[in-house]
Each structure stands twice: as structure tokens, then as C-alpha cells.
């Protein structure tokens, strides 16, 4: 903003000077004044109007200063007034007259009063006096070129004498007080005072110029004279929005630097009217104004006297202050200081140096300070000699600064850091010395201890991460192609549950004698380090791959032994990741190696040594690539759940389903949950994730139980073990069951390893699930680790076996017996079984003979969506209808149904008419199997085989249902003939019941007798009803083979059809075709497939 103003204020003047040159001389008077009168008036107001954030002292005195603008405004308005009227100036002593003695009182005054600070009121006298003089000295010259001169004007002794001695007496007096200010102003407002004292000089100028023309009768509105009055009151405008000023120079140079420039400023002016006076001794006036300048100088001289001598004053007694302080300050430094002369001699030392050598004098030389015999170098061993002391060679002119200077030997040496530095004159003579000694014994000591402490780890007392990397940059073996390093990593196994079940305590007792076993093996060249937490480093230098390879089984070997801690035994093993020095370059590419490879060895089974290979580190990344686009996944919603049906093996109906989660990458297609969900463990995911699927699951289970309320189903859902360690879960399943989800509806599946935990927050998780009625089971029994102690206490409801024991049913009974003790045992502490990866009806035909309560697996449906789960129990899809979804579905269990009534009555069909139409399906499916394996590509033949076998299935349940009916039938005839009632004959009491039947027959008996409850009931009137039965019996047989027939000649179309879309499209793209043979080939479902085959055709 001050930028700004100044130029306008600029232009205002150029602007006057521009209007009153143009004018000329006939208009020049108004035009003149009239602008002065403007100009002027505006000045006044923005000085008592402009910035109110001005400090109050200050504020008035721009006040003031803008009443005399104000009042100059007033004069050039009288002239104005007399120029338009009466085209000539005002006469002597009149209102313009008043106006400016007014003006230059009140500029006077403000000048007088400008604010000062404290020490600037004490110094206010001399500032007078100054001013005094200056005025004086200005009147005096005044006087001598202006007034006296002229005998024709003012200076002729009339009364107009003094009016015109009044305009120059008056501006000299402003000039002295604008002096005074600047000299007394306070520290911000200088530049204002600078201001302010440029103003009444100018002012001055104008007066004195107009004073001259006017006593010589030349003035005519001199446009210099006019303008240089206007500039003056532009002056005070601009001082009046100056900032504030620099910080001024310190007190007394400040003072003494002002007391020069006030005496010497008005030396010229009196010399001058020393010598006028001189050259006119009559001039009585002339004489007056010399006598009292020189008064005034005289006085000025003694106040500067004065002032100089308490300067003085003050000046030694802050030398003796500072001396005082320096010497108090010296003497208490802790530290040993000696100063010497140029010969040597002593002239300071302080009570340090004094308490360590009391022999010490001012005077002496400076060799009593020691023996030389006494000073050593750094080393302790080497004595210094005379002529290398620092002192001695400071006194040379040298300055020395040696970091270790040992003085005394044995228990009690010390070590000092030396400073010697030679003291120069002004002339650079040399004048002494100064030693300072500083003892660095304690702080060597410290320095050594913290550097023993940065590289050693507090807990285990062996190296650090630091120390590892010192280490490497000290042998140079982390260069590429070096190979002659090793890093081996090891973690132990399942740390955490020592932490978690007997505390941190504990566990650190524990890793101290892991790093004593480790110590203990280690042979020379090989050093441990404790990374941190459970993690250690043993580096080998220098060494091969073998030598790694043997050191890693000795530390494997040396921690298989238990481990006793508080008197606990505990077992604890390492997964070790190996690292060689010329595959990998600095230490952190060497432990992200070893680290690489350690994580290797835990996924491989733990307690195992792993090296380094280059695959690795692209398995490594592709597993932290797979994090990253999990998370996106989680975040974007592609994660989708699918369900696969439970069905109860007592009811043969649907009892519930287990939510599955799946992801469909758009990079990387379906992506499977062996791969993803291990990843999500490992990084923490799994909790928000598995929070997510039970949320989403629960909300789709109640919405299939509104849908039919009359069949729930049971949803069972995985639970993390890192869940059952975080209160997360049970704050989930209370708003799960707040919002109306039924607990009975709800099986929480866990592992064994979740069994084994020490855990007490997953145990009191486990107790509260069971409290609030969520049922429990044990997913995949028998592939982990439980104790059977830990399986009867906890909260459980059901046992799951692993599909691996199921699936090998059928070859040779190997795992029967496991799975015949599992279901005793699951029996005997009251829990259910169910069955996963069923997949044959072998498996079937056996888990259903052990009694086992519910079964899962491809043989019923693959997973299927939520819409196809709401379709089923809508009635909309049959299991038939599944085969598309899941090819292993059992498509006939719709026929478990009751059946139809019979339209007419036909005879019984016997035995071999069954035999027939099943020879006759089967004939036909495997023709269909034939073509499509002779036509298209072996994944037809497998879909025809799979025809084969329902249809073998369907035409086998065909002849079952036929000798139940035949049985029926003959059973009838006989109870007809004989009121007595006889058992009725079924199958032969050995016979074993189909293998391809899932579930018995509803309501017939297969073997023994019928019941007695039955046979007394009959008489001879139900005879007959019998008789009718029997046909009815035959004919409802007879609708069943029609049924039959038409289901497996419909089974063969539909692996018709397929074959021939099938070569349809590998028709079109061959190249396609193979891909789709060559993954088919190489699938689990394939060797699945095959097996079934050849059951098939064994039997």
C-alpha cells in the first residue's frame, strides 16, 4: 500500500506543476492558489484522518500536523480570495499572516512532541541545545543574506522588520525541533521523524524564498517557491503511512554517534557568522546573534563533556563487568584451561587445573605443569616429547587439536582431548597461548558401551540387524558373484502360542536358550544375530553351499531337543531359509532371499532347512501380487459365495449346505481357494473376509427359510483360527442373531489345529459360540493335530471326515477302519459325522451301512449358486435337473418319492423282463458311448459313459423295485390261500442289498419277515383285498419300468446331444479343442471319472 501512495502523492505534485505552468502568467495567481488551497486541504485530512492503527502518541501528532495543513489551506485560500478580487497579494499583518504563524506553530509543536523512549527522554537536553544552535545559526545567516541586505525592504528598522524576521525565525525554530525529534524519536518511528524533518526543511526552503523575492519586490507566484509548499505537507503525508523503521544500533554507540552530528552540523553556520560579524562590527543584531550561538555552543560543548565522560564511565565499568564474568566463568568450567605468555610462563589457569596440579603458580614456566613422561599418545604406550607438546607448539604459532591424548598409565589412566591455540596481537605479534583440556575418559567409556548396545541384541546378548550389516560391508561378501557368504534365517515354529498360552516372559526365557543352543553349535567363522521377535541370522564366512546345508542341520538338530521353561517341556522347531552370497548382492537382498526360502520351508511341512532358489523370488512376488489384487477383490466385491448341498443318509433329503467363498479375477480367471485363502491367512484378510461370508451367508439363509418354512436348512460356514482369537466374531454372531437368525440354523466349522490352541480367547470364543446354541464341528478330522482330551472337553456338535479317508473306500477298505473309529468314536461323545467327497455310490452304499448321519460331495450336486438352492427347494429342479452343475449327481432320486397309483391292473412282470430292459438300456447307452468316442473327442465318450451308468443305475432299481412287488405279489397269493399267515418270504437272509440303491425303499421291507402286528390282522375278507393289492402292485411295477425306460433313453439322448455339441465346436476351433482334452486330461475330475468307468465295466 505505502508504494502506491507515494506514487500518488508524486503524481498530485506533478500534477500541480504541470496545471500551474500551463496556466501562464494572467491566470497564474488564481490557478496557483486555488491548487495550493486543494492540496493542501487534502493533505490535512489524510494526516487526521489516515490509519487508525497509529499508536495514540503518534496519532496526535499527525493531528496536529494536519491542522497546520489545514491552516495553510487557509492562507493560499486568503491569497485566492485576493488574487480573484483584487488580482494582487494580501497586505502585511493580514488573516493570512495569522494562518501562518499558526501553521508553523503547530509543526513546531508536533516536532517537539514526538514519542520517545526512556533512554531517548535523557538525552532530550542535549537535542534542545542542538537545535538551539542549528536555529540560531540558520537566523544568523538569515539575517546576513536576506533582511539586512536589503535597506529598501523590511531590514530598514520599521516596524516590517520584525514580520519579516518572523517567517525565517519561525521555520529555523521547526527545523531545530524536527532535529530534536529525529534525534529523540523511539525506536519504529524514525522513518516518520525523517519524514517529518525532510518536511520543515522544505518548507523552510519555500519560506526563505519567498521571504527574498518579496523584500526585493520580485514576486510573482514563483511556481518553484509554490510547488516546494505543496511537497512539504506531501512529505507529512507519506511519513504519516510510512512503516515502521529498522531496529536502531545498540545505546551507546547510537548516543555517541548522535552527539557527533549535533555538534558538528551547526560548526559551518557559526564560523559563517563569526565571520560576517567580523566583516560588519555596527550591526548590533548581527553581533546579538553570534554571542548567543556561541552561548549555545559553549553549553552544548559542556553537556557533550558530560555525556561523553558517563559514556566513558559506563563503557569501563561493563569492561570490568565482562572481565568479572569471563573470570568467574573460567574459574568454574570443569574443564582445565592454561594461559601462557610468549616466553611460556604462566599467566591464568582456573581451580580445574589448579586441583589437578596444586604445585601450579602465575609465573611459573609452563613445563611444571607435567613430567613428560607422563603424557602419552592415544595409545597408552607411546610417550610424547617436549617439543611435540600442544603447548610448546602453540607458543610456535600452530593451533593443535589432538582427539585422544592419554595422561597416566594403568588403573587410573585418563584420556583428554587436547585444544592449544596460539593468542595474536593486532599486529598479528604473538603474545601467548591457551590450552584447554578436556577429560573424554567417561565419554570414550559410554561411546563404547552404546556402540556394544546398538550392535547387540539386549535379550539374546548376540548381535543385531546393525551388526549384520556392519559385518557384511567389513568382509565385502554381499557383492554379486562373490559366493563366499551364507545367510541362514530362522524362524521358529508356532512362537506365538508360547506368547499367547504362557506369556511374553515366558517366551523371552525361551528365546534366550534357543541363542544359547544356537551359540553352542557355531563353529569360528560363523556368527548369530537376533533379527528380532522369533527370527535369527547365522552368517557364514566364507562358505559354500554345503557348509550351509551341514550348519543348518546342526542348529536343526541342536532344537529338537524339548526345551524346559518355568517348568514347562516344551518341543519347539525352525524352518531355517538359506541364502548364498553370490546369488544376491547387499544385506537386504540377501535376508529377502533367505526370507523367500524360509517361508518356503514352513510351507513345505516346518522344521526343515530350504535353499534359495531363483524361482522362489517369482513365487514370493506372485504371492504378494495375489495379496494386492485380493484386497482390490474385497474391496470391488468379486468375491461370490456358492453353497453345496448336506444330505442327511437317514432321510435321504436335503439337510442344509456349507457356504463356500469364490473369486473371479478378471486377469487371472476363477481363482482357487487353495491358492487365495492361505494368502488371506498369512496377511490378515481372512478376518474381514471371513466376516463377510458369514454376513452374506446368514442373510441368505434366512431368506431360503422364509422361502420354505417348513424345511430349514442348517448353513455351516468356515471359521479362521485367527477369528476364534479376536472378539470380532461373537460382536458378528450377536448381530446375526439379533436380526432374527435362528442359532439352530447355524454350524460354525473350525480345524483341529483351532483344538490345539492354548489360546484362552479362542477357548472362552468357542464356550460363548456354544452358549448362545451355535453348533460346532471339526472340519477335515483326522488331517491335523487334536488331542483326544481337548476333543471331549470342547463345545463341539459334529465331526466332518476329511475326503482323503473317503475317497479310498473302495480300494481295498484301506481307511475303513479309521473311519469305522471315528463314528465310534464321534458316537460316543455324542456328536454327529458327516461325510465330504462323495463321490461313488461304493462310498455311498458303505458310509450309509456305518451309520453315517449326513453326506456331502459331487455324487449329490457340485456347489451350487443361491438361485439354483432357492430353485430346489421350490420344487423347480430336480436333482435330475442338477447334472448340468454337478455331473455326479444322483439323477433318480426324485423316484425316493411316493409313487403313483396305478390306472389298471396288468400282471406282475417277472424278474427277467427287468433283466431285459436294463440290458437293452444299457446295450443302448454304451452304443451312444461308442459313436460319440468314434466321433468326437475322448471328454464325449466320458460324458456317454456317464449315461451309461445312471442308466445302469436306473434300470438296476428298475429290477429291485420288480422282486419287491414280485414278493409283494406272491405274499398275497399265499395269505389268500392259507388264513394262517405264514412269514413272508423276501430276499435270502445273506443277501447283501444293492450296491447302486442310496437309500432304502419307503415303506417294503428287504428281508426277514412280516411283521406279526400284520398277520393277525388279516382275515378272509381282507383276502381279497390282498388279491388286489398284488395286482395293483404289478401294475404300479409296470408304470416303473415305463418311467425307468423313458429316463434312460432320455439319459442317452441327452449324452447324444452333448457329443454333437461338442463336435460342433471343436469343429470350429481345433486348436481350442485340444486345450479343452489336454486340462480335461489333467484334472482331478478326470481321474474321477476314469475310476468310475471302471467300476462300470467290472461290473
Not at 211 to 237: E, H, I, K
Not at 841 to 862: I, S
Not at 952 to 966: E, G, L, T, Y
Request: charged share 20%; aromatic share 6%.
Amino acid at each position: 500500500m505505502r508504494p502506491a501512495i507515494y506514487g500518488l502523492l508524486l503524481a498530485a505534485v506533478a500534477s500541480y506543476l504541470t496545471v500551474v505552468w500551463l496556466a501562464g502568467p494572467p491566470a497564474r495567481g488564481v490557478v496557483a492558489s486555488a491548487g495550493l488551497t486543494l492540496g493542501h486541504g487534502a493533505c490535512g485530512l489524510a494526516l487526521v484522518l489516515g490509519h487508525r492503527r497509529t499508536p495514540p502518541g503518534l496519532r496526535r501528532v499527525w493531528r496536529m500536523c494536519g491542522a497546520s495543513a489545514l491552516l495553510s489551506a487557509g492562507i493560499f485560500g486568503c491569497w485566492t480570495y485576493y488574487a480573484v478580487r483584487y488580482d494582487e497579494l494580501p497586505p502585511v499583518l493580514s488573516l493570512a499572516d495569522v494562518f501562518f504563524v499558526g501553521s508553523v506553530v503547530l509543526l513546531l509543536f508536533a516536532a517537539l512532541l514526538w514519542p520517545g523512549n526512556a533512554t531517548r527522554r535523557r538525552e532530550r537536553r542535549r537535542y534542545l541545545v542542538d537545535g538551539a544552535v542549528l536555529a540560531g545559526s540558520l537566523l544568523l545567516l538569515a539575517w546576513s543574506l536576506v533582511i539586512r541586505p536589503n535597506p529598501g525592504g523590511p531590514g530598514d528598522g520599521s516596524w516590517q522588520t520584525a514580520v519579516a524576521l518572523l517567517y525565517p525565525a519561525l521555520d529555523v525554530l521547526a527545523v531545530a525541533a524536527g532535529v530534536y525529534a529525529l534525534g529523540a524519536a523511539a525506536s519504529g518511528t524514525q522513518k516518520a521523524a525523517r519524514f517529518l524533518l525532510c518536511a520543515v526543511i522544505v518548507l523552510a526552503v519555500g519560506d526563505a524564498n519567498y521571504a527574498l523575492q518579496v523584500s526585493t519586490g520580485t514576486w510573482n507566484y514563483d511556481l518553484t517557491t509554490m510547488t516546494l509548499w505543496l511537497l512539504a505537507f506531501c512529505l507529512l503525508v507519506a511519513g504519516r503511512f510510512a512503516g515502521p523503521s529498522t531496529a536502531p544500533l545498540p545505546v551507546q554507540v547510537a548516543d555517541l554517534r548522535a552527539s557527533r552530528t549535533s555538534v558538528i552540523a551547526p560548526v559551518v553556520p557559526v564560523f559563517a557568522a563569526i565571520l560576517l560579524a567580523v566583516a560588519t562590527p555596527s550591526d548590533v543584531v548581527t553581533i546579538v546573534l553570534v554571542a548567543a550561538v556561541l552561548v549555545l555552543v559553549l553549553v552544548r560543548y559542556t553537556l557533550l563533556g558530560l555525556a561523553d565522560r558517563s559514556v566513558v564511565e559506563g563503557l569501563q565499568s561493563d569492561v570490568l563487568a565482562d572481565s568479572a564474568f569471563l573470570a568467574v566463568t573460567l574459574q568454574h568450567l570443569a574443564d582445565p584451561i592454561l594461559a601462557c605468555d610468549a616466553n611460556g610462563r604462566v599467566r591464568f589457569f582456573n581451580a580445574a587445573l589448579a586441583q589437578q596440579r596444586p604445585e601450579l603458580r602465575v609465573g611459573a614456566h609452563m613445563s611444571s605443569v607435567g613430567s613428560v613422561d607422563e603424557i602419552f599418545r592415544g595409545d597408552g604406550l607411546t610417550p610424547w616429547q617436549q617439543e611435540e607438546l600442544p603447548m610448546t607448539r602453540a607458543l610456535r604459532g600452530d593451533t593443535v587439536i589432538d582427539e585422544v591424548a592419554v595422561i597416566g598409565c594403568g588403573a587410573n589412566r585418563r584420556t583428554f582431548h587436547l585444544s592449544a591455540r596460539p593468542i595474536l596481537g593486532a599486529a598479528d605479534e604473538l603474545l601467548g597461548a591457551v590450552l584447554l583440556k578436556h577429560d573424554i575418559t567417561a565419554e570414550r567409556a559410554t561411546k563404547g558401551d552404546l556402540l556394544r548396545r546398538a550392535l547387540t541384541d539386549e535379550l539374546t546378548g548376540l548381535g543385531n540387524r546393525a551388526q549384520l550389516r556392519q559385518d557384511l560391508h567389513t568382509t565385502g561378501a554381499g557383492s554379486l558373484g562373490g559366493g563366499s557368504c551364507a545367510l541362514l534365517l530362522l524362524d521358529l515354529d508356532d512362537f506365538k502360542r508360547v506368547n499367547d498360552s504362557l506369556g511374553h516372559r515366558h517366551g523371552d526365557l525361551l528365546l534366550f536358550e534357543i541363542a544359547t543352543r544356537i551359540r553352542a553349535v557355531l563353529r569360528p567363522g560363523e556368527r548369530a544375530i537376533r533379527l528380532g521377535g522369533d527370527e535369527f541370522v547365522v552368517f557364514l564366512e566364507p562358505a559354500d553351499a554345503a557348509e550351509a546345508t551341514a550348519t543348518a542341520k546342526r542348529l536343526l538338530l541342536a532344537l529338537e531337543a524339548p526345551v524346559r521353561v518355568a517348568g514347562t517341556e516344551l518341543t519347539i522347531s525352525a524352518s531355517l531359509g538359506i541364502a548364498m552370497g553370490h546369488t544376491q548382492g547387499d544385506l537386504d537382498s540377501l535376508l529377502g532371499a533367505a526370507d523367500v526360502a524360509m517361508y518356503m520351508a514352513k510351507k513345505r511341512g516346518k522344521g526343515m532347512a530350504v535353499t534359495f532358489e531363483p524361482y522362489m523370488q517369482q513365487a514370493a512376488q506372485d504371492r504378494l501380487s495375489l495379496d494386492s489384487d485380493l484386497r482390490r477383490a474385497v474391496r470391488n466385491n468379486q468375491l461370490h459365495l456358492v453353497y453345496q448341498p448336506v444330505v442327511s443318509l437317514k432321510t435321504g433329503a436335503l439337510a442344509g449346505v456349507e457356504a463356500l467363498v469364490r473369486w473371479h479375477d478378471d486377469l487371472r480367471g476363477e481363482v482357487s481357494p487353495v491358492d487365495f485363502i492361505p494368502v488371506a491367512e498369512d496377511s490378515g484378510l481372512i478376518l474381514a473376509l471371513g466376516e463377510w461370508v458369514l454376513r452374506s451367508a446368514a442373510a441368505q439363509l434366512q431368506r431360503w427359510n422364509e422361502q420354505a418354512p417348513g424345511m430349514p436348512l442348517v448353513l455351516s460356514v468356515n471359521v479362521s483360527t485367527r477369528q476364534l482369537e479376536r472378539p470380532g466374531l461373537l460382536a458378528v454372531v450377536d448381530d446375526l442373531l439379533a436380526h432374527g437368525l435362528d442359532p439352530a440354523c447355524l454350524v460354525l466349522e473350525i480345524t483341529e489345529t483351532a483344538l490345539s490352541l492354548d489360546d484362552s480367547v479362542a477357548a472362552q470364543t468357542l464356550q460363548s459360540l456354544s452358549d448362545r446354541r451355535i453348533a460346532l464341528a471339526v472340519d477335515d478330522f483326522g488331517t491335523g493335530y487334536s488331542s483326544l482330551t481337548r476333543l471331549r472337553d470342547a463345545p463341539l456338535s459334529r465331526l466332518k471326515i476329511d475326503r482323503s479317508f473317503v475317497s479310498e473306500i473302495s480300494h481295498a477298505g484301506s481307511h475303513v477302519p479309521i473311519i469305522d473309529a471315528t463314528l465310534t468314536m464321534a458316537y460316543g461323545l455324542g456328536l454327529s459325522v458327516t461325510a465330504e467327497g462323495i463321490e461313488t455310490a461304493e462310498q455311498l452304499h458303505y458310509l450309509r451301512g456305518v451309520g453315517c448321519d449326513y453326506a456331502q460331495g459331487y455324487l449329490f450336486a457340485r456347489p451350487l449358486s443361491a438361485q439354483s438352492i432357492s430353485d430346489l427347494l421350490r420344487g423347480h429342479v430336480s436333482w435330475s435337473g442338477l447334472i448340468g452343475e454337478g455331473r455326479h449327481a444322483d439323477p433318480l432320486l426324485e423316484l425316493t418319492g411316493p409313487l403313483d397309483p396305478p390306472a389298471v391292473a396288468d400282471p406282475a412282470p417277472s424278474s427277467q423282463s427287468w433283466e431285459d430292459a436294463r440290458a437293452a438300456a444299457v446295450a443302448l447307452a454304451e452304443a451312444v458311448a461308442a459313436t460319440a468316442a468314434d466321433e468326437v473327442t475322448a471328454e464325449a465318450a466320458r460324458t456317454a459313459r456317464i449315461a451309461v451308468d445312471v442308466a445302469s443305475v436306473a434300470a438296476f432299481r428298475a429290477s429291485v423295485k420288480a422282486d419287491q412287488v414280485a414278493a409283494l405279489a406272491a405274499a398275497a397269493v399265499t395269505l389268500s390261500a392259507a388264513p394262517a399267515a405264514p412269514s413272508i418270504p423276501g430276499p435270502e437272509a445273506g443277501d447283501d442289498p444293492p450296491a447302486g440303491l442310496p437309500f432304502p425303499s419307503k415303506g417294503i421291507p428287504l428281508r426277514g419277515e412280516l411283521p406279526a402286528r400284520h398277520v393277525d390282522e388279516v382275515t378272509a375278507t381282507q383276502q381279497a383285498v390282498v388279491r388286489a393289492a398284488s395286482v395293483a402292485a404289478a401294475a404300479a411295477a409296470a408304470k416303473i419300468a415305463v418311467r425307468v425306460a423313458a429316463v434312460a433313453t432320455a439319459a442317452a439322448t441327452a449324452a447324444l446331444e452333448a457329443a454333437a455339441v461338442i463336435g460342433e465346436q471343436l469343429a470350429q476351433d481345433a486348436t481350442q479343442a485340444a486345450a479343452v482334452v489336454a486340462a480335461s486330461t489333467a484334472s482331478p475330475e478326470d481321474t474321477d471319472l476314469q475310476s468310475q468307468d471302471r467300476r462300470w465295466r467290472q461290473r
